[in-house]
């Protein structure tokens, strides 16, 4: 019902730049919190930055002053502006989507990811 695709990644030398974008669509009510998140060959899932419904946002202390997210309500979409890449930043990001679903005379809460998208930095 609903769906979360995303693009924008690709191969990068260090210090320059990439955005990435998670567009949402399906049977959407509101949506709350979108985030971007990165998983590193090795290690776990982390929180790279977050925007509420309300333009707050919220950055992992490694990419502040380097990556800026926003959101396009009217579009149920989600941008990452990475900056000055470096090599440690190459991971898979995902987005991830906090919404209300409406289905038929139902509303309910629920949290969906998107398919991943590869950055490599290159040093």
């Known amino acids: 019902q609903v769906q979360l695709v995303e693009s924008g990644g690709g191969l990068v030398q260090a210090g320059g730049s990439l955005r990435l974008s998670c567009a949402a669509s399906?049977?959407?009510?509101?949506?709350?919190?979108m985030a971007w998140y990165r998983q590193a060959p090795g290690k776990q899932r982390e929180l790279v930055a977050a925007?509420?419904?309300?333009?707050?946002?919220n950055y992992a202390d490694s990419v502040k002053g380097r990556f800026t997210i926003s959101r396009d309500n009217a579009k149920n979409t989600v941008y990452l502006q990475m900056n000055s890449l470096k090599p440690e930043d190459t991971a898979v990001y995902y987005c991830?989507?906090?919404?209300?679903?409406?289905?038929?005379?139902?509303?309910?809460?629920?949290?969906?990811w998107g398919q991943g998208t590869q950055v490599t930095v290159s040093s």
């Open positions: 399906g049977s959407i009510f509101s949506i709350n919190v």
């Open positions: 991830n989507v906090d919404l209300v679903v409406k289905s038929r005379n139902t509303y309910y809460s629920t949290s969906r």
């Open positions: 925007i509420t419904s309300g333009g707050t946002t």
